[in-house]
């Protein structure tokens, strides 16, 4: 994958200062020597989540596409931490997304192969289960309440300012519409879940949506 403007070595320098102006703990070569060590791996991760993306250009990474950053952060912290075990560099690089991208995104939520981001200003990530060909727009919230966790299919949309809260079920195919919250609630495949007066109301989902989104 080609790097705009980085080579791996500039790549490296450009994220322990980005950690040293969020985390000035002095502690910069213990945190290079991680991102150095599973480098690779993210990128290969990243590379295959770029590729599946429509609106992003195959086989390239800029890192001030401000979405594609933030991905990034997310695969390389939770590469380190699957891989070694080590908290420190993840948790930097957790709060780095945080001060970044406004994404609360902890490195041990296990996210899909593939997930897009529109915009990642206010997006709150829980535990939960998540499916392959996410979308998440801005303001998006999934989260868990004690041990009640959700379960979000393939190809789910979360358009801004939704949530999807509780012991709630988004099956596959589903687009959560602007400002709606599923709340312990079920949303069958294939649906548009919207708000009304009753609570949540559904109707079918375009056939072509994901295209805007996504190369299936």
């Known amino acids: 994958m080609k790097l705009i ?9 450009y994220v322990v ?3 040293r102006s969020v985390v000035p ?21 990243l590379h295959r989540c770029i590729n599946a993306c429509a609106p992003w250009r195959p086989d390239v990474f800029n890192v001030l596409q401000s979405s594609q950053h933030c991905i990034f952060l997310y695969y390389l912290a939770n590469t380190i931490w699957r891989a070694s075990g ?6 930097r690089l957790f709060l780095m997304n945080k001060a970044f991208n406004g994404i609360d995104l902890f490195y041990e939520i296990a996210m899909p192969e593939v997930f897009y981001i529109g915009h ?4 709150v990530l829980a535990k939960a289960t998540y499916g392959n060909y996410l979308v998440l727009y801005q303001n998006s919230t999934v989260g868990r309440h004690k041990d ?9 949309v979360l358009y801004p300012n939704t949530a999807v809260i509780g012991r709630s079920v988004v099956e596959d195919d589903v687009v959560v519409s602007q400002g709606t919250s599923v709340i312990n609630k079920r949303v069958p495949k294939g649906q548009v879940a919207f708000r009304s007066a009753e609570g949540l109301a559904f109707s079918p989902r375009p056939d072509d949506l994901l ?3 996504f190369r299936l």
């Open 5 to 13: 403007d980085h080579t791996r070595e500039s790549l490296i320098d």
């Open 17 to 19: 200062a980005q950690c």
């Open 25 to 45: 703990d002095g502690r910069d070569v213990a945190f290079r020597a991680a991102v150095e060590a599973h480098l690779d791996e993210a990128l290969e991760r």
């Open 86 to 91: 080590d908290t420190a560099a993840p948790t």
């Open 120 to 123: 990642s200003v206010g997006i």
């Open 148 to 156: 009640q966790i959700p379960v979000i299919g393939d190809r789910v």
């Open 211 to 213: 295209k805007e989104y």
